[in-house]
């Protein structure tokens, strides 16, 4: 690992202009993709500002209609959320299976987000929920925010300060793990509105995770396991490397969407 310079702003616009000033700067949450990558050396920041002082960049607040997590909440928060667990249990179970303890305990929403790796569980969640990213200049539906492999709609400087989770009828996650990271070979997350649309948000499947509308447009009609039966999601533009084929990922779509509507509440 290269030297760098450590910060630890108290605001989100002391951080910003810390990053502004850096030659090669680079924001840091929980860390746990960031300094694997730096001790890997596939990124040797000058500068690294740790977010985890700022005033207010953790915690959850549920409404009626509502879950927002702010950006630097852990997933074992998240997990272990009495509030979260009543209004989207799908999304504390989620949290639930990231990594293993440790990574629970330190990485965060916000940096999962941020860092859009085509296998985290997060991006599933936000498009199978239908989240809305909110940031220090603006809010980004999740529809738009995963654009490509570890890229997202994100403007230089630009910090996710939280998310908002509209809370859905039903909803279910659903995981492949690989079994040496726990990251989703493949993994779905559903949730049914209170107008009975479906979405199934996907992720570990292809270079950025996606919507399967084909399943959406046919549970929207019949929420049911059945209903899938005759449903062929195709494998073309899906990833193949030496842990499955794209064939298998996409097989393995309509199965997970099928366990996730039989575990649905
Ligand atoms: C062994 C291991 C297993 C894992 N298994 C899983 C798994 O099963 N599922 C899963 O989803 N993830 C998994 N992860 C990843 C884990 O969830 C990370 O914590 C997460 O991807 C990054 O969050 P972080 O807070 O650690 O971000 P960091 O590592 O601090 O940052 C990641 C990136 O996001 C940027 N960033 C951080 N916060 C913000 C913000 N608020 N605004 C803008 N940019 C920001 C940083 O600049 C950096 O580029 C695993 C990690 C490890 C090490």
């Given at each position: ?83 979260i667990k009543?209004a989207i249990p799908a999304l504390a179970e989620m949290a ?29 969640a936000?498009?199978g929920l ?38 859905p009828?039903k909803s279910a996650h659903q ?14 997350f559903l949730s ?68 996730a509507?039989?575990a649905a509440k």
């Open positions: 690992m290269e030297n760098f310079n450590y910060h630890r702003p108290a605001t989100t616009t002391a951080a910003a202009a810390l990053l502004k000033k850096a030659k090669d700067g680079k924001y840091m949450a929980g860390g746990h993709t960031l300094l694997p990558t730096m001790k890997q050396g596939l990124a040797s920041p000058t500068d690294i500002i740790d977010l985890t002082a700022i005033k207010n960049f953790s915690g959850i607040k549920v409404s009626k209609t509502t879950v927002t997590i702010k950006a630097g909440t852990t997933h074992m928060e998240v997990a272990t959320s009495k509030d009543k639930g299976k990231i990594g293993g303890v440790h990574v629970r305990h330190k990485g965060t929403i916000g940096g999962s987000i941020a860092n859009a790796d085509p296998a985290a569980d997060y991006p599933s936000c498009l239908g989240a809305t990213i909110e940031t220090t200049k603006r809010k980004i539906e999740a529809d738009k925010f995963f654009v490509g492999m570890f890229e997202t709609a994100l403007k230089a400087g630009e910090i996710i300060t939280a998310v908002h989770f509209p809370i009828k995981k492949f793990p690989n079994p040496a990271s726990r990251y989703a070979l493949t993994g779905v049914q509105d209170a107008k009975g649309k479906v979405r199934v948000g996907v992720t570990g499947a292809a270079p950025k995770a996606f919507r399967a509308t084909d399943l959406e447009a046919v549970l929207s009609k019949d929420f049911s396991a059945k209903a899938l039966a005759g449903v062929a999601v195709p494998a073309k533009g899906l990833m193949s490397d030496m842990h499955a084929t794209a064939a298998y990922r996409a097989h393995l779509i309509g199965v997970l969407a099928g366990r509507v039989d």
